[in-house]
């Protein structure tokens, strides 16, 4: 039997070796695709043709993909105001020196966004101003970029994902506001794959805080699927 395929979309900023680990566990082979947090309209996707059995993607894709994929047991973050529940929040970082105090300060300044397909990164910024707020926005391809960008004076702000965010050095970066809750990022599989198989990820899915210690990566343990959580529009 063919072993199963894994591919991500969220590392970096969700660490490589939490979806290496997944993957260890099922079995299965794994591929990494950084350019974008999961594919939406107009993008290759691989999960109609079979090229893929399980995905890592940001919420976007799932609402997108739902009538091809289905919902897996979903990552708990270990941040405390998750409360136990897949959700994650967007921060909005600014330098620690810079005088911004609120969102709205900065109008006319500049943007870092991750990729346009994030949650955390673009939609979220997209529901409160647009970007014409911004004088200019800059595709920096990753949170962790992003956040070097505004470190470095690149860019004035970004809305960074928490789990991220959670395992930087960030004193000389400042949080203005924190977005959210967001569902998390979701772990979705091919609704035409076996039931059997699906069911036999879903455990190990289910149990993997039993095998592996999760905290390094920033979660405790996966629960069951909330589909409630993915209901209102996110695009």
Same mark, same amino acid.
Not at 7 to 25: N, T
Not at 91 to 100: K, L, M, T
Not at 172 to 178: A, H, Q
């Given at each position: 039997m063919k072993p199963?395929?894994?591919?991500?979309?969220?590392?970096?900023?969700?660490?490589?070796?939490?979806?290496?680990?997944?993957?260890?566990?099922?079995e299965a082979t794994i591929e990494f695709n950084e350019a974008i947090s999961g594919p939406l309209m107009g993008d290759?996707?691989?999960?109609?043709?079979?090229?893929?059995?399980?995905?890592?993607?940001?919420?976007?894709?799932?609402?997108?993909?739902?009538?091809k994929v289905e919902l897996l047991p979903l990552p708990v973050p270990a941040d405390a105001r998750a409360k136990g529940r897949p959700v994650y929040f967007g921060?909005?970082?600014?330098?620690?020196?810079?005088?911004?105090r609120r969102f709205e300060d900065l109008r006319g300044h500049t943007w870092a966004f991750n990729d346009r397909n994030s949650?955390?990164?673009?939609?979220?910024?997209?529901?409160?101003?647009?970007?014409?707020?911004?004088? =200019? &926005? +800059?595709? @920096?391809?990753?949170h962790l970029r992003s956040i070097d960008l505004v470190r470095q004076g690149g860019a004035d702000a970004a809305s960074i994902d928490s789990n991220t965010l959670l395992r930087q050095d960030t004193r000389?970066? =400042? &949080? +203005?506001? @924190?977005w959210g809750p967001f569902a998390i990022q979701p772990a979705i599989v091919r609704a035409d794959l076996d039931q059997s198989v699906k069911n036999r990820v879903a455990y190990a899915l289910l149990t993997l805080h039993e095998r592996q210690p999760l905290e390094p990566f920033g979660f405790t343990r996966f629960v069951p699927p909330e589909e409630e959580l993915y209901a209102r529009s996110l695009l």
């Open positions: 199963l395929h894994v591919i991500s979309y969220l590392a970096p900023s969700i660490p490589a070796d939490f979806f290496r680990a997944i993957a260890a566990d099922l290759e996707e691989p999960f109609s043709s079979g090229r893929a059995d399980v995905g890592f993607v940001c919420s976007p894709t799932y609402r997108w993909l739902r009538h921060e909005v970082i600014v330098r620690a020196s810079s005088p911004f949650r955390s990164g673009w939609f979220s910024m997209l529901e409160r101003a647009g970007e014409d707020f911004f004088s =200019r &926005v +800059i595709h @920096s391809g990753s000389d970066l =400042r &949080v +203005i506001e @924190s």
